[in-house]
């Protein structure tokens, strides 16, 4: 190949092209997964880059690499070695899923092909089936198809981010009388956004770069299972009221990353409405439960919700990116509509060349709803909703594993797939909360160093010691029970070795 232009991955010759190259990257990818023979690799970061920085080399001075045949197996080896794999039932810390190969294959017809998202031009077929499917999540998320609209988006972030645009823009632009996207702001205006205080830390995020400032967010107190309290946020829209504030949005949230928690989906929506905000649904995490039959009427309200946030690289086995973002109505979108003349001309639209450019934050975009379409009318919503409640179970047989187990404590007991909980040190010095926090926290870090698990950490609300969790998430519906029993024992003996150590 060296000296030779590479060959092009699209077109007729592509298939060719792209074989030999294949059967590389497969090799490789079992050989780098047998170098490093765990969950993740072993040693310390610094070692990891090190290795890194000496298998990929330097660009030569002179403007360009040393041409190198073999790169792409050995850089491909190198990042199986050095990857934490979500198919290891070790690897348990975050939504990170192991992606179904079916979506996986999928989503290299997307890589071949190069469609992009914002002109018909560029994705003709892949525009329809966007198009197409956001109808059916639509509906499966009890919208109106007919009267929704939504978009693919990279994720949760972003999908956050464009629910509280449009609040902002549909609450800040009543107040002012003039449309906040084009005069900004209303003069004296104090928003403020209502969300728990386990929310995702992309709602201030959000409000940061909306330039309502991170502390327009109101964190509402939530109950001992991480839920939002009802009555505080009664308490806290009366008291935004009473000030003259704008409540611009209330952000429930349907499966919060630490515990799984639902917020009470429809007396938020009852809240919102009787003051004038936004509801935005966060199901980034919890939206998988609309896939099974046992777990979906915990989502019941979320139909109420003017905006919503679904991730299927989550509970939904994909590659990521496949974030979506869903409005009840499609109207509520104007603020975001662009005309742009080089990709969606009045006219091409008035002849029937539909654009998506106007529905998302981003202009080139990938076709992500592909493998996604792939993957749904393959298995259908019946055979994903298996896999979520193989994932459920796997949370509540390791949550009684815990309770079982003189070592570990649980926290609470699991809404979705994730297990929260701690380690328990018998030396009486490492009994005090702040002790115990550390032992917690050097005891994953251990098992990271070692190669031998991803286990997640977090800490509850609140402030000062005691507050330190590990967490399995557990996404892999292969995962056996035995595996989440030898995954715990595997922890407690982490945590005694941090015990023993001086």
């Known amino acids: 190949m060296t000296g030779r232009p590479p060959a092009l991955a699209g077109g007729g010759a592509g298939p060719r092209a792209l074989r030999p190259l294949l059967k590389t990257v497969l090799d490789a990818l079992a050989e780098g997964a047998a170098r490093r023979g765990g969950p993740l690799p ?5 070692q990891l ?64 092909l190069n469609p992009s998202q ?20 639509a509906a499966l998320a009890g919208y109106d198809p007919d009267a929704a609209a ?17 609040a902002r823009d549909h609450a800040l632009g009543r107040t002012g009388g003039r449309p906040t996207e084009l005069y900004g702001l209303p ?90 905000a936004w509801l935005h649904v966060d199901a980034a995490y919890g939206g998988g439960a609309l896939l099974s039959d046992r777990l979906a009427p915990l989502l019941d309200g979320i139909a109420r919700a003017d905006s919503l946030s679904l991730d299927w690289h989550k509970l939904g086995w994909q590659p990521a990116a496949a974030g979506i973002f869903l409005t009840r109505r499609a109207e509520h979108y104007a603020p975001l509509a662009r005309r742009a003349a080089y990709l969606n001309p009045a006219d091409d639209e008035e002849a029937g060349y539909p654009s998506l450019l106007g529905l998302s934050l981003r202009t ?10 792939v993957t749904l009318r393959t298995l259908g919503r019946a055979g994903l909703g298996r896999l979520v409640d193989a994932c459920h179970d796997l949370a509540r047989h390791a949550t ?36 115990r926090d ?44 035995a595996d989440v029993e030898r995954l715990l024992h595997t922890v407690a003996a982490a945590g005694q070795a941090e015990e023993a150590t001086p």
Request: glycine fraction near 8%; aromatic fraction near 2%.
């Open 187 to 276: 003069t004296g205006a104090t928003p403020r956004i209502f969300a728990s205080a386990a929310a995702h830390f992309s709602v201030q995020r959000a409000a940061a770069l909306l330039g309502l400032g991170e502390r327009a967010v109101v964190a509402v107190p939530v109950d001992r299972d991480l839920r939002m309290d009802a009555t505080a946020l009664a308490a806290a829209l009366r008291d935004c009221a009473a000030r003259g504030e704008t409540p611009v949005a209330v952000v429930a949230t349907a499966g919060t990353t630490d515990t799984g928690a639902i917020d009470p989906l429809h007396r938020a929506a009852d809240l919102a409405a009787e003051h004038g």
């Open 42 to 46: 072993a040693g310390t970061p610094g």
């Open 150 to 166: 939504g978009v693919l988006t990279s994720g949760g972030t972003e999908s956050n981010l464009m629910g509280l645009l449009l």
């Open 400 to 435: 009684a594993t815990i309770a079982a187990h003189p070592l570990l404590e649980a926290h609470t007991e699991p809404v979705l797939t994730t297990a929260v909980f701690h380690y328990l040190p018998q030396r009486p010095e490492l009994r005090t909360p702040a002790a």
């Open 364 to 373: 080139t975009r990938r076709a992500d709803a592909f493998k996604i379409a």
């Open 118 to 137: 914002d002109s018909w031009d560029q994705a003709p077929a892949a525009t329809a089936l966007e198009t197409l499917l956001l109808r059916d999540l």
């Open 438 to 481: 550390a032992v917690n926290a050097a005891l994953r870090r251990r098992l990271l160093r070692e190669g031998r698990a991803v286990v997640g950490r977090t800490e509850l609300p609140g402030t000062g010691p005691g507050r330190v969790r590990l967490k399995l998430t557990l996404l892999n519906p292969h995962t056996t029970p």
């Open 49 to 112: 880059t090190a290795l890194v920085a000496e298998t990929l080399g330097t660009l030569e001075s002179d403007g360009g690499p040393e041409p190198d045949d073999d790169a792409l197996h050995r850089l491909t080896a190198l990042l199986a070695q050095g990857s934490a794999d979500p198919a290891d039932p070790s690897c348990a810390a975050h939504l990170h899923c192991p992606p179904l190969a079916l979506a996986v294959a999928a989503d290299l017809a997307v890589s071949a």
